[in-house]
């Protein structure tokens, strides 16, 4: 990793990522949608077998896939799965808003309520590593919120099977239909709707520069969370911290991509490469060591500052994805954080925590967009319409309010509305 002190670094330079371009692929992307959106499922299959050398005949999983998926899956993993998804459960079932009202004036009533969209996709990731994770974070929320048809798209195997865990994780979650697809086609296809697979409301989850590509494009006919990108962490310490501890954050971060960030900053110079040290002789005998060696290499960054508010600054100015605070004080550090995706404080809450199994949601934004955006949440797949009820007393009084400002725009049936009901 390289180490660099705050006084010489470009701040705004330093800590840019190692974001991903779509505009490099969208020329692309959008001519695998409108081949989805013209020719439905003839096209999802053409690019499965062009892109994943699978050829598939049966795009929807079926019920006897995944009981059979139970049989052959471990069962301390079954356990595992089923623990990760109460937790998460719990912790989304708290994410509900509250309907409510309140009487803005005498006579004027206004409320807003809660109502959970129709349809929702899940996209989960199937290329360098399957993930379980994914399906429990992003299908328990959706329905948590109520949400009445939720599917799941993901990449198939060599031999046109879906995993065994996320089959079981799928089913765990609650999804109502999985479907053997993934990459650019499965946005199109859930974007716009096949013979085999009906169009939904919104696309969530993570995947590669293609499907971010295509939920960017597909926008607009479709909701999306957020754009996300390589991830990435970045750890807040002082001289309290553990070195060992923070090499192996490091590593696990690194391990996800050849893309991924992974930052320190501490006003520690002895914690600083101590840490160095640790990642160095644990990244030799890591099982992913050449994508962590890459990761490090080109987004690895150790900055050394000669104080907390300076390590604060420069994390609100990153706004990272995953966010360590081990400090002392790291409750009050947390008061100074304005922008991070998801936070773990103190010794002993790794990112992975996070990851799997605590109940918070892993579908974060990357690449800055903590400066914007929140995580993935129940709220995510939640309608929030308003409501009013409004007396003739109390038109009447709200009319010396709205008829001059309707009248003054030019509106003078929007005035009208109220003088008739007078």
């Not at 912790?91 to 409510?100: D, G, K, L, M, S």
Request: with cysteine; hydrophobic share 40%; charged share 25%.
């Amino acid at each position: 990793m390289e180490i660099l002190r705050c006084n010489e670094i470009n701040l705004k330079e330093t800590v840019k990522r190692s974001e991903q371009d779509v505009n490099n692929v969208l020329a692309n992307v959008n001519d695998i949608l409108n081949n989805v959106r013209e020719n439905g499922d003839e096209s999802v299959k053409d690019y499965t077998e062009k892109f994943d050398n699978v050829t598939i005949d049966e795009l929807k999983v079926s019920d006897e896939e995944i009981k059979k998926a139970y049989d052959t899956i471990d069962e301390s993993l079954v356990v595992a799965l089923r623990q990760a998804g109460e937790n998460i459960r719990k912790f989304h079932e708290r994410q509900v808003p509250e309907e409510w009202k309140i009487e803005v004036m005498p006579g004027i009533t206004a409320g807003q309520i809660v109502r959970p969209l129709n349809s929702v996709g899940c996209y989960i990731p199937g290329g360098r590593a399957a993930y379980p994770s994914s399906i429990l974070m992003t299908v328990i929320p959706a329905k948590i919120a109520g949400v009445k048809r939720v599917v799941c798209v993901t990449p198939p195997q060599k031999e046109g099977e879906i995993l065994d865990a996320i089959l079981v994780a799928a089913d765990i979650a609650g999804a109502d239909e999985i479907y053997k697809v993934g990459g650019a086609q499965a946005i199109g296809a859930l974007a716009y709707g096949t013979q085999s697979i009906p169009k939904v409301d919104k696309i969530v989850g993570p995947g590669n520069i293609f499907v971010t590509a295509a939920k960017k494009l597909v926008y607009g006919e479709v909701d999306i969370e957020f754009p996300a990108g390589p991830s990435e962490v970045l750890i807040l310490a002082d001289s309290t911290s553990n070195p060992e501890f923070l090499a192996t954050d490091i590593l696990a971060q690194a391990e996800h991509d050849p893309n991924a960030s992974c930052f320190l900053v501490t006003n520690d110079e002895k914690l600083a490469f101590k840490t160095n040290e640790y990642v160095k002789e644990f990244s030799k005998n890591a099982a992913r060591h050449e994508i962590i060696e890459e990761s490090l290499s080109k987004n690895g960054k150790i900055i050394i500052t000669e104080t907390i508010d300076e390590a604060i600054d420069i994390t609100n100015e990153y706004a990272p994805e995953h966010l360590i605070i081990s400090t002392e004080n790291d409750s009050e550090i947390l008061n100074e954080i304005n922008n991070a995706g998801s936070i773990f404080l103190g010794l002993y809450s790794p990112v992975a925590a996070g990851d799997y199994g605590s109940g918070t949601n892993h579908v974060l934004p990357t690449g800055g967009g903590a400066k914007m955006y929140s995580g993935l949440s129940t709220e995510a797949f939640i309608k929030k319409p308003t409501v009013q009820k409004i007396t003739q007393d109390g038109l009447r009084e709200l009319s010396k309010t709205s008829v001059p400002i309707a009248e003054y725009e030019g509106f003078f049936a929007h005035a009208n509305s109220f003088k008739i009901r007078k």
